[in-house]
């Protein structure tokens, strides 16, 4: 069973930035489609960002410009960092991998940004 963990959440003010980490414990970094999710209170869980078995990366929109993915594959680890915060990226964030037919997610962290 695969076990991602997210670690770097947590307070910052607007304009602030953090960097997400999540640590796989298999080596599944380099083949599976790795991507950043959030869910903020009372809204749908959505997709932040991803970065593909081949390299791709897509971003939201509301994140285009300020937060950036990437992937150490020989540390079997993924990163988000996050730039020029806004209150309105507070969430839940969670990891996720992804290769049919499996899909594993981490358990989520927090970030909590203020005015």
């Known amino acids: 069973q695969v076990m991602l963990v997210e670690s770097g959440g947590g307070w910052v003010q607007a304009g602030g930035s953090l960097r997400l980490s999540c640590a796989a414990s298999?080596?599944?970094?380099?083949?599976?489609?790795m991507g950043w999710y959030r869910q903020a209170p009372g809204k749908q869980r959505e997709l932040v960002a991803i970065?593909?078995?081949?390299?791709?990366?897509n971003y939201a929109d509301s994140v285009k410009g300020r937060f950036t993915v990437s992937r150490d594959n020989d540390k079997n680890m993924v990163y988000l960092q996050m730039n020029s915060l806004k209150p309105e990226d507070t969430a839940v964030y969670f990891c996720?991998?992804?290769?049919?037919?499996?899909?594993?997610w981490g358990q989520g962290i927090q970030v909590t940004v203020s005015l």
């Open positions: 970065i593909t078995s081949g390299g791709y990366t």
């Open positions: 996720n991998a992804n290769r049919r037919p499996n899909d594993y």
């Open positions: 298999h080596n599944i970094v380099r083949v599976y489609n």
